[in-house]
């Protein structure tokens, strides 16, 4: 199966920013140390608009993304990720509605 490549979408809960940022710096590489995800460099950005932040990762195969739904490890990095924040879709961006959207880095 052929590596493919994801946008993971967090919005935080009020109050919730550093908190969801420390667990978001941890997420890829607990995935890597689960064998989820390649080694690929990893994008975070955040919306400029609202301070949603974009996460752009590789999963090792489609497989490997389906196993994380039911990972142990990956479940409760998961639940701690929900708890400070929801997650959304391109289309809850302001951004999606414009041609180039911009974004800072994080």
Known sequence: MAAEIVIAI????PG????????IDGHVPMLREQG?????????????????FLEVFEWVSADAMREA???????KTWGA???VA???????????TT???HFVGV
């Not at 919730?16 to 667990?23: S, V, W």
């Open 10 to 13: 967090y919005r935080a809960k």
């Open 81 to 83: 990720m929900g708890e």
């Open 86 to 96: 929801d997650f959304m879709t391109l289309a809850d961006l302001q951004e999606a």
């Open 16 to 23: 919730k920013e550093d908190e969801l940022k420390a667990l």
């Open 69 to 75: 739904h039911t990972h142990e490890v990956v479940g």
């Open 36 to 52: 989820l995800a390649t080694d690929r460099e990893t994008v975070l950005m955040k919306s400029m608009k609202d301070g949603t």
């Open 99 to 101: 041609q180039f959207p």
